[in-house]
């Protein structure tokens, strides 16, 4: 069940759903953001880097807590995919981090006239960054893939701490960014022509992640089983 | 259509945001199967040469 091969052949099939059903989403979410959405009362057509921003935040955190959950499992019970899981996940983890860093700081010059402001909700969300950049080195820093693995387990399982403090940053702190427009519960700070695009994003950029992280997973599974004798078939039948 | 691409006065903000959300989907998606050709020719290669070295 476990066995890497068996996760190579159904990863491979799982890969194409989550292509195609990334790009449906992500092209009803941009016409919806882009050309359906009433600009904002207040902010304009600015508001509209909200459909970037907030889901590429959200994934900046849901990827996190993956790769800690990944860590624990790695810990506790050894297995490689999850350890490969980590390592598969952090880049694009970093991607979705910076871009909300990035758009955050598009959004904030023209609303609060600054590029950056050293308040909490920025300053754990670059901590995040960071700690996403330092498992990327960390791994690629120790030779034996194992040991990397363990290690960057670790780190990915001892920065979860991060992630509480970037959710409630807004409510802890008295912070210029604005508290959370979206709630499970309770009454929605959005019309729902807004909250439509946004949601479909959200799934959008999920669904994204899936696809990458299994096609990912599938590489770094082909470069540590490449001595076995399934590899090899397979890299024969393809020689073909 | 140039009312649209204007965004309200803020399309300095708004268009780089979908454009770095774009080069990042797209090197994110490139990146692992680029990865993934690499291992395979280096596997490919080492194969081969294994074969030449039975003969």
């Given amino acids: 069940m476990g066995s890497p091969r ?22 009803a979410g941009i016409y919806y953001g882009l050309f359906v959405a009433p600009p904002d009362y207040q902010q304009g057509d600015s508001y509209r880097i909200m459909y970037i921003h907030v889901p ?10 993956v790769m800690a959950v990944a860590g624990l499992i790695s810990l506790v019970w050894r297995i490689k995919i999850t350890e490969i899981t980590i390592i598969s996940s952090a880049s694009v983890g970093a991607s979705f981090t910076f871009l909300a860093l990035v758009t955050g700081s ?36 120790i030779e034996d893939k194992r040991v990397a693995a363990r ?10 701490v991060n992630i509480p403090i970037i959710h409630y940053s807004v409510e802890w702190w008295n ?27 959200g799934i959008s950029f999920k669904l994204y992640y899936g696809a990458v992280v299994l096609m990912r997973a ?8 490449r001595n076995t004798r399934w590899v090899r078939e397979l890299v024969e039948g393809e020689m073909k | ?19 770095l959300a774009f080069v990042i989907l797209v090197a994110n998606w490139v990146s692992p199967l680029m990865q993934r050709r690499r291992i395979l020719t280096d596997i490919a290669r080492k194969l081969r040469r294994d074969k030449r070295e039975q003969k």
């Fill in chain 1, 151 to 160: 290690a960057i387990s670790i780190l990915a399982l001892v920065g979860v």
């Fill in chain 1, 56 to 65: 590429a935040a959200w994934m900046s955190m849901f990827i996190y807590i």
């Fill in chain 1, 218 to 225: 599938r590489a770094e599974v082909l470069e540590r089983d």
């Fill in chain 2, 1 to 19: 259509m140039s009312e649209f691409l204007d965004m309200g006065g803020y399309a300095m903000y708004v268009w780089p945001s979908y454009g």
């Fill in chain 1, 106 to 141: 598009l959004w904030g010059k023209p609303m609060w006239g600054a590029w950056w402001v050293w308040d909490a909700r920025l300053t754990s969300e670059l901590m995040l960054l960071f700690l996403y950049l330092g498992i990327i080195a960390l791994y690629s820093a």
């Fill in chain 1, 6 to 27: 068996y996760f190579y052949n159904v990863a491979g099939k799982m890969i194409p759903w989550f292509a195609v059903s990334f790009l449906l989403t992500l092209i």
């Fill in chain 1, 175 to 201: 912070t210029l960014h604005q508290t959370s427009s979206v709630t499970v519960t309770g009454k929605q700070a959005m019309s729902t022509s807004m909250l439509i695009p946004l949601l479909l994003m």
